[in-house]
DNA sequence: AATATTAATCGTAATATTGCAATATATAAA
DNA sequence: TTTATATATTGCAATATTACGATTAATATT
């Protein structure tokens, strides 16, 4: 069917997936390096930078907005993005969590 | 088109995008969370604790042992799937290393 | 006001993902 | 050897994602 059965996990399941979703395409991966390397940048820079056409990296960045890791201020005719230090933590502590699970039983695996 | 420009992206870039999209499904992280909470899981077990049918399961356990992030064996008629803890090692250093960038410049964001 | 600049949105084509029924495969048990 | 059990594979329908040209919107500059 193409859409996530979401209502048969938990809202931490669910919201794991969704920031680890978004990080699940190598052009955001650069838009946030990018943004980290300069802290702020115009959304034209980006552009050049990573070699993508403006209106698939304006999607990027609208993608990143919506889940709160960047934000973007307007400045005359372009917009300036940087990260969102505060909801990039939150993003952190979840992801860590799930990453540095240990595991839970003694019994061997396979 | 659907289809990721991979090649103007770096390696590293593309493999924290990959290690992250498996991990972008609320499906694929329940899987995980009941192998490290049980070590090891028959294949059938986790179909009763997911809730998705049999078939579904089966295709989230390929796309993670594909990436190496699990491993399964046979015994019997049934498969016991475990984290490969080698790999989860390997994926959880790489993605730590891009959640704890910090911001190296000191202009101010906007 | 007219024009240039920058970014967002719309529309669309190509491809990928999700989920499952039906079927195939492989081993165990009778 | 037949039957039961467990998992993988196939095929398909519904939906999502990626990318970009064309256009729009919003501000700056002349």
Chains 1, 2 share one sequence.
């Not at 070699?51 to 917009?79: C, F, M, Y």
Request: charged share 15%; glycine share 8%.
């Amino acid at each position: 069917m193409g859409v996530s059965k979401t209502e048969i996990f938990t809202a931490q399941q669910n919201t794991i997936a969704l920031f680890a979703k978004v990080i699940g395409h190598p052009a955001r991966v650069a838009i946030l390096q990018q943004l980290f390397k300069l802290n702020s940048c115009v959304c034209g820079d980006l552009v050049l930078e990573i070699g993508l056409a403006q209106p698939t990296i304006s999607q990027h960045l609208k993608e990143l907005k919506n889940l709160g890791l960047i934000k973007g201020n307007v400045e005359g005719t372009s917009v300036c993005y940087c990260i969102d230090q505060e909801n990039w933590s939150k993003m952190k502590e979840l992801m860590s969590e799930f990453l540095n699970q240990d595991i839970q039983s003694n019994g061997s695996c396979c």
